[in-house]
């Protein structure tokens, strides 16, 4: 498809469980996001990957979530041991690395949501 | 750090009014982008606008445009003759020139009645 890819587009689990949610981005774009938006939140930046460069993880919330994005492209978020609070729509965007003009839209897909009961 | 605020978390307007959404945000820096998004209950985000905060001039964008304060550190979006098809969560972004991250505001659910 021509979008931003998300699956599954809704997950329920049990706490305590591990969550794999899937993002296949926009053909070419380099660079892809997931962002967590909790109830009546705003959205919550979690990780960044560009290109071949190591990934910003910076706003993981916790070492029970991890990353990765394999040839560039396909990206996986991984939840351990899930907790009720991780409950959320986690949304994935991507974008083309931004050149000189700088302004780096974000394609976003439709989203995963997890309820953890 | 950088942070953006959205202070109204719903509004509700009478389909054909123009409605105004408010939007403020702190950062250091001189460069930087902002954005306003559309996530519709499909959930899927949409730019609806973009200004780069070297540009004096106001972006528009059909019905859409943006009063960009940047003294005030402002920016609202005013949608023109509003249609039932704008009804959603609309977001406030920024972006620093040369960063990565994208910073939401709180969002800001908007319904359009008929």
């Known amino acids: 498809g021509a979008g931003v890819s998300q699956s599954p587009s809704n997950k329920v689990t049990e706490k305590g469980k591990d969550v794999e949610l899937r993002c296949d981005p926009i053909s070419g774009h380099t660079a892809l996001y997931w962002y967590r938006q909790s109830l009546g939140q705003g959205l919550e930046f979690l990780i960044y990957f560009q290109g071949n460069s190591a990934p910003d993880k910076s706003g993981l919330p916790s070492d029970r979530f991890s990353a990765e994005r394999t040839g560039g492209s396909v990206s996986t978020l991984t939840i351990q041991r899930t907790q009720q609070e991780d409950s959320a729509v986690y949304l994935c965007?991507?974008?083309?690395?931004?050149?000189?003009?700088?302004?780096?839209?974000?394609?976003f897909g439709e989203g995963s949501r997890l309820t953890v009961l | 750090a950088q942070t953006v605020t959205q202070s109204q978390p719903e509004m509700s307007v009478q389909e054909a009014e123009t409605v105004t959404l408010s939007c403020t945000y702190d950062t250091s820096e001189n460069n930087y982008y902002l954005f306003w998004y559309k996530q519709p209950p499909s959930r899927q985000m949409i730019l609806v606008i973009r200004q780069e905060a070297y540009k004096q001039q106001n972006a528009t964008e059909n019905r859409f445009s943006v009063n960009f304060q940047k003294a005030a550190k402002s920016f609202s979006l005013k949608i023109s003759d509003s249609q039932l098809g704008d009804t959603a969560m609309y977001f406030c972004a920024s972006r620093i020139q040369g960063a990565q991250k994208l910073v939401f505001g709180q969002g800001t659910r908007l319904t359009i009645n008929p």
């Open positions: 965007a991507s974008s083309l690395r931004w050149g000189l003009a700088g302004d780096g839209e974000l394609f």
